[in-house]
């Protein structure tokens, strides 16, 4: 079974903010490739990210934030960017912080 794939407004922002067009070329054919058994690809995130889900692209330096949902047979793409692990700058970080961010609303 193939899934939608939609990506959030925010995910789009993130994209647009790579500068390398092949780099943003690629992650949109990593991102596409998840409509094909999203479960089945990355791992599943925990704590502030609890319910989404995470895939390498492009070797190990960017990863593709998402949510699968089984209802609608669609996979949501919330956010795609550099991993770099304690930099303010990190996908995981900006994740998370802008999850926190909804809760609190």
Known sequence: MAFVVRLTEEAVAMMEELRDRRVRGKLFERIRKLAIEPEQQGKALVGDLAGYRSVRALGQRYRIVYRVDRKVVEVLVVGAGLRKAGDRTDV???????TRDRKAE
Do not use: D, E, I
């Open 92 to 98: 995981y970080s900006r994740m998370a912080h802008r």
